[in-house]
Each structure stands twice: as C-alpha cells, then as structure tokens.
C-alpha cells in the first residue's frame, strides 16, 4: 500500500516551454502534497507544500508564478514549470500524507521522481 | 554550514559487512530523525524513524540518535547486495503535520557479493 506514482519520469524540453508533472496516489487518499527539487549531489529541498483544494505553500526562494502547482483532488497534484530554463534542469519528486493521518512525525510518500532536462 | 551534513560516499563493502552511515546537524530544535533508502530511479522510502535522543533497533537495522553531539546513525548488520541504495537521512524540528523535513544529500551504499 501507499504508493505514490510521477509522471512523466522523465521529460526533456525546449527553453521557454512548459512541463507539467503529475503526482498521484494509487491507493490512497492525500490531503497533502510535498514538491521536492533534487539538483546533482545536492539535498532533496521542498519547494511547496499543498493541500487539496486550496493555494499551495511555496518555500522561500521558489517563485509560485513559475511553479504552478495544482492539487485538484484527493488523489492528484500536479507541477508546471513554465516558461522553462535550463538552470531548471532537476529531478522533481512528489511525496503525499494520507487523509486523517495524525501521527507524530511528519509521514510522508514518496513518487519515484521526474527527471527534467531543459535544453 | 549546511543544516544537515552526509557523507555522499559511495561507500563500498563485502556482503555481511557492518555499515554505519551518519549524519550531522546544527539545528538543536530538530526532535524528529528519520532514515529513508531510495532504490535507484525510486522514491524514498522510509526505513527508521527515532524520536529525540536513543537506539532503535528493526531487524538488520539499528538507528541512533545522539542530541548532545548532533549526530545520528544508521547500522546495517549483516549487509547484503540487496542494501546496495542511496540511504537518506532526515529530520525535523516539529511533529506532524508542521514537520517540514530537512535532508541529508544521502550516502550511496553498494553492497559486493
């Protein structure tokens, strides 16, 4: 259980396009969203956090107008990139906390990653 | 300096080694230490999750949380090439939901038969 799929896995695309990148959970329902950015040896770093049905929460740093962030339903959220670059060439992962969890950390899980090269 | 420090490795070891990878930290607030194991072309995966200092023990795995040196560990027994993952570790300074996690840039393990 808990699985988390991104799609594409990978997308190559030219300067100035868009790229949206979809992030579902398959078997289970999620009232929260995370967008992470992975640059080459660098840390996962959240980008935005969202929540079905209302404005995401983007970190510092990270411009909302160029990473749109749609989480339409319980079961789906996705990233455009618009406008793209290739300083935004990364691998982008999505991870998702299920309805009603109230642990004590913050359970996350994760999809298997996008690998976006802008060229 | 970074808020969260691991070693990139790669680190590489004979089957049924003992690993150790760690991390160091500077946040004193981050109550919250988790170890997640990404295959390659995955999603991490959780595998330890430790609240504030102590010894968790799952298996093979054994993790290790030490808030007065800001250091934790993770110990793989008996190792095997089916570890052989890109290990994560990641922290949080708040539970639950207000818990953004902070990551490690993750330790690459290769386990040789």
């Known amino acids: 259980g808990a699985v988390v799929s991104q799609h594409p896995s990978w997308v190559i695309c030219k300067s100035g396009t868009s790229v949206k990148i979809e992030c579902r959970s398959l078997d289970f329902q999620a009232t929260t969203m995370f967008w992470y950015r992975q640059f080459p040896k660098q840390s996962l770093m959240l980008m935005a956090t969202?929540?079905?049905?209302?404005?995401?929460?983007?970190e510092q740093g990270v411009e909302k107008d160029k990473f749109l962030i749609n989480h339409a339903s319980l079961t789906l959220s996705t990233l455009t990139v618009t406008s793209a670059h290739p300083e935004d060439s990364s691998f982008y992962i999505c991870s998702a906390r299920a309805l009603g969890y109230t642990g004590a950390y913050n359970e996350q899980f994760f999809g298997p990653g996008t690998r976006l090269t802008v060229l | 300096q970074k808020e969260v420090e691991q070693d990139p490795g790669p680190l590489s070891v004979p089957e049924g080694a003992i690993v150790s990878l760690n991390c160091t930290y500077s946040n004193s607030a981050f109550q919250y230490f988790m170890w997640y194991r990404q295959y390659s072309r995955k999603g991490p995966e959780l595998l330890m999750y430790?609240?504030?200092?102590g010894n968790k023990e799952d298996g093979r795995f054994t993790a290790q949380v030490d808030k007065s040196s800001k250091y934790i560990s993770l110990f793989i027994r008996d190792s095997q090439p089916s570890d052989s993952a890109t290990y994560l570790c990641?922290?949080?300074?708040?539970?639950?939901?207000?818990?953004?996690?902070?990551f490690g840039k993750g330790t690459k393990l290769s386990v040789k038969p």
């Open positions: 969202s929540n079905e049905g209302s404005k995401a929460t983007y």
């Open positions: 990641a922290m949080s300074a708040r539970g639950g939901s207000q818990g953004n996690l902070i």
């Open positions: 430790t609240y504030s200092s």
